[in-house]
Each structure stands twice: as structure tokens, then as C-alpha cells.
């Protein structure tokens, strides 16, 4: 079967890990002839932005409604303010086609460095399923009496019914389906109207799966005990807000930035989904071949089991955890001297070997 996936590089490392995601997936094509893709590649990003004054074309979106999903590289470079290549790009292409769901992985693979003594793979496998496009994010509030004495800017965040149910039975089938505990982790002492009604919401859906084990933490001591007992954490839903810091902490205990892949998924599959390493563009680092490709093949991973092959999405995990263990070809962040391209040729060399 063909699937059309629209691929957006963007800025900074973005081109460079993400040409090595497409090189994987070619991979997969040629030894499974079942699996076929149709890449279109877009030019949108900062530079786009510099050349035309905004991040993609007009009618982007629906340039992009075709696609059975979208693979994305970073977003950001300087001389571009960051609320303008978020909102302007990847905000808009996740609230445009429903992508409310976040799927973030921290998983500690074999042979992946951690920062927590004592603390093993065993210990730090959770999936956080995270609200994607409202809360914190919705991108509403007021500015007034700019540049005066006595400026005042409002940030409304949005919390509505449909929105934290859908996010939390999302949450609640994953955790029956994979037979793991669901945490819910919000900030009701604090606020007291948004994180209440979240509250509320999670007891209520908690109610339709009584075979799920539970548990409910404030964002602070689940900050905490992210350290301290990761072993606590299986399943973990929460706001944007919530969840976009949580789960950068995640990665930092689970091998680090260069691991940390992330989907964007709308599950009634009306809309396309996307896929992406949640790293950033590290512009320092862009055009030296030193940016570490797994988190962008971990992402190839999370598309190929969302298209239905499960297998092949297990695969590329087995190929990122046997570099890791082997620890020869591995990018400076994982204390190798390895090139961008040279770890993707490898994850390309593992597959082939064991999977022709």
C-alpha cells in the first residue's frame, strides 16, 4: 500500500535528521514491497518566512489535507520571534487538522545514558498522552495599555468538555489496551476553575474502566517524582502546558533530547497526522552532520505503527537500542564521533541485516 506523506524539513538540524527519517523509511520499502511512500516535500519554515513574511503558503493547509500524514523536522531559527514559527506553522497545522492527541514516549532504551542513579530501563518506560490543541496553548487573551505604566496582558487558557474527555478516554483505552496504570496529572489546588474541571472530567471517565489502575498527582510533585520514582509513571495524561515541560524532563532521563520523538495524532483519522522529533532546531549546531537522527527514526517508528505496521515500528526501536548498546556509531550528545548521516546508514545497515 502507498501512503502520500508530506514532508516539512523546516529549520536549523531539521533538513539534516529528517533527510536520514526518509532514508529509514525508504529502507523499509525495499525490504517490505508492501509498504510504499510518496514523499512531497515543502520548503515552509523560517527561511520561507524571511523570503515571503510568513511561514507557509495560504492555502498550506489545505495543500496538506491530502496526505495520509506529515513529517516534520524543527521549527525556529533566529530573526524569526519563536510565537511566530510556532503558532504560524506548527500550531496552526495541529489545530487545523485535529491533532489532538500528543503521543511522547520516555522510555530509557538499553545502553541510552541516564542521569538517575540507580535507575534502569526497567524503571523509566511511560507514555504521556498529552491535550494538543487547547488548554494553556488555545491562544487566546487580551494586551492593553501597551508600552503604558500600567500594561497589563491577559493569557486565557481554554478547557472544555469535549476536549478533556476525549483526551483522557484516549488515555484510559491505552492504558486497558496495554494493561498499564493511568496517572492524571494536573494543579486543581492552584487553579481553580481549569484544573478542577480537569479533575472532575478524569474522575468521572475513571468510573468507565474500573480494571485501570490510577493514580492523580499536582504538577509539582509529579515534576519530582519524574526523578526521584519514575517507576510510578505508565500511562500519564495531562494539559499542553503540562505535558510540554513534563515531557522535555522526560527526555532528559530517558538518553536525552536527541531520543525525544513526539506525534500528533488525530485518531478519527478525518485529518492527517504528524510526526516529528521534539528536539527543536538547534541552529548552533545546523550544517555540521553532528545532530542526532534517532529521535527523528523514533518519530518514523510512531508513523509506521499508526499506518498499521506494528512491526516495522518495533523494528526501528530494536535498530536505535542495538546502536546504542554497540555505542559505535553515535552522534557527539551520546559521546560518539559519528555523522548524522553515518548513524542513519547504520540504522539502515541493522535493519538490513536482520530484517531482509
Known amino acids: 500500500m502507498s501512503h502520500k506523506i508530506a514532508v516539512i524539513a523546516g529549520d536549523g538540524i531539521g533538513p539534516e535528521v529528517l533527510a536520514e527519517g526518509v532514508k529509514v523509511l525508504n529502507a523499509v520499502s525495499k525490504l517490505d514491497p508492501e509498504i510504499q511512500f510518496d514523499f512531497t516535500h515543502f520548503p515552509w519554515g523560517c527561511e520561507f518566512y524571511h523570503k515571503h513574511g510568513k511561514m507557509m503558503d495560504d492555502d498550506g493547509i489545505e495543500q496538506l489535507r491530502q496526505f495520509d500524514a506529515i513529517f516534520l523536522g524543527a521549527v525556529g531559527y533566529p530573526g524569526v520571534p519563536d510565537h511566530i514559527s510556532l503558532w504560524d506553522l506548527l500550531l496552526v497545522i495541529r489545530k487545523s487538522f485535529d491533532q489532538y492527541v500528543n503521543v511522547r514516549p520516555i522510555k530509557l532504551l538499553n545502553g541510552a545514558p541516564c542521569p538517575l542513579k540507580g535507575k534502569s530501563a526497567q524503571d523509566i518506560n511511560m507514555t504521556f498522552i498529552r491535550e494538543n490543541t487547547e488548554g494553556e496553548y488555545a491562544g487566546y487573551g487580551s494586551w492593553l495599555y501597551k508600552d503604558k505604566p500600567h500594561e497589563v496582558v491577559i493569557q486565557n487558557a481554554v478547557f472544555s468538555r469535549v476536549g478533556c474527555e476525549r483526551i483522557i478516554r484516549y488515555a484510559f483505552e491505552l492504558g486497558r489496551k496495554e494493561k498499564r496504570s493511568v496517572t492524571s496529572v494536573s494543579k486543581a489546588n492552584a487553579l481553580n476553575y481549569s484544573m478542577v474541571f480537569w479533575d472532575q472530567i478524569f474522575k468521572q471517565v475513571e468510573e468507565e474502566y474500573p480494571d485501570v489502575k490510577t493514580a492523580s498527582y499536582l504538577v509539582d510533585a509529579a515534576a519530582m517524582l519524574m526523578v526521584t520514582q519514575p517507576e510510578r509513571f505508565e500511562i500519564v495524561v495531562t494539559s499542553n502546558l503540562f505535558g510540554d515541560i513534563l515531557t522535555d524532563l522526560g527526555a532528559a532521563i530517558a538518553g536525552g ?98 530484517y531482509a
Open 257 to 354: 533530547m536527541g531520543l525525544a520523538a513526539g506525534a500528533n495524532l488525530n485518531p478519527e483519522r478525518q485529518y492527517p497526522s504528524m510526526f516529528e522529533p521534539i528536539h527543536g532546531s538547534a541552529p548552533d549546531i545546523a550544517g555540521q552532520q553532528i545532530a542526532n537522527p534517532l529521535a527523528t527514526v523514533w518519530s518514523a517508528s510512531q508513523l509506521l505503527a499508526f499506518l498499521g505496521y506494528p512491526q516495522w515500528a518495533e523494528r526501528l526501536i530494536n535498530a536505535i537500542e542495538h546502536l546504542l548498546v554497540e555505542g559505535k556509531t553515535l552522534t557527539p550528545d551520546l559521546k560518539g564521533s559519528a555523522t548524522t548521516s553515518e548513524v542513519g546508514d547504520a540504522v539502515v545497515a541493522y535493519l538490513q541485516a536482520n
